[in-house]
DNA sequence: TGCATGTTTGGAATGATTACAAACAACAGC
DNA sequence: GCTGTTGTTTGTAATCATTCCAAACATGCA
């Protein structure tokens, strides 16, 4: 297996997780798709191919692990299923309501760094936008 | 049953869907608890009480139809169920990994009103936070 | 070597939401 | 007042993402 791993097992380490074999993989190919924001399914999906003994449940906890850590975002945009993000820097998203992309959006917004609003304590800030992407617009446009 | 419909029946129909009793009901109890941002299983529950016959999968296609409709907003925070609120003006949110409550945050945003981002069509802009509501922190810090 | 703790696994369970087909209501044209 | 059409409601069954659970496994410490 041809994996660039360099650094996965300290940041994991470094949250008080155990760095095992399935978390570096996990990690890495959210690393590596940075901007696909994955389902559970998706990465178990791609993972099968090289390591099919990768359980299902296995993904959902390594994730779930890695969100109570802080270490990646969990994206509820659609509704229907949970989409995951290997954080690097705060931003927000756009679902495109016809292509079920989402986009990264970088935007200047006052709120994103904030700690604390109205005496509420705030650990995290979610900021996104339902539309369609331009892909889809000049499409429907064509039409 | 005292209902203040007044209203809520034109409301309906100028969004070019019929007004039926049960849209009406719905409608009457989203109003009535702008705050709650209740679950589709809750509205049918307190339903229930007054209207035995309502079925829960008429809940959903109203809520459905009144959020295609742009009549009410879809709260997709929790990642487990949709949370529905009927829309007045903008505004952000806030749910407490304690309790589980969404509070409204008022709050200055600039990009609550743009219609368009990079060259992105926005229909919804939606802005929430996680954290630690007032009562579980003072909860929190008396124990 | 053996025990303790945390992790992984797969299959079963859960729970929110949707699909479907039948019954129903409103309403236009006759 | 009847009849067909269209959209709505209903209940049940199905779907699908996610979690539960108990057994097997890995790791590291006494």
């Not at 940075?34 to 399914?41: C, F, I, Q, R, V």
């Not at 659609?78 to 290997?86: D, I």
């Not at 931003?91 to 079920?100: A, D, E, M, V």
């Amino acid at each position: 297996m041809i994996t660039n791993n360099s650094g996965l097992k300290e940041v994991i380490a470094s949250r008080g997780l155990k760095p095992t074999a399935q978390r570096i993989i996990i990690l890495d190919h959210l690393a590596r798709n940075m901007k696909k924001h994955l389902t559970a399914e998706q990465i178990h999906g791609a993972m099968r191919k090289k390591t099919p003994m990768l359980s299902l449940t296995t993904v959902y906890n390594t994730l779930n692990s890695f969100v109570d850590a802080g270490l990646v975002t969990a994206l509820t945009i659609t509704g229907t299923e949970v989409r995951y993000e290997y954080t690097t820097v705060s931003h927000h998203h756009l679902l495109c309501k016809h292509c079920g992309r989402i986009i990264d959006i970088e935007i200047q917004c006052p709120n994103a760094e904030r700690k604390s609003i109205n005496g509420y304590r705030v650990d995290e800030v979610h900021g996104y936008f339902k539309g369609v992407c331009r892909d889809c617009m000049n499409k429907e446009h064509n039409q």
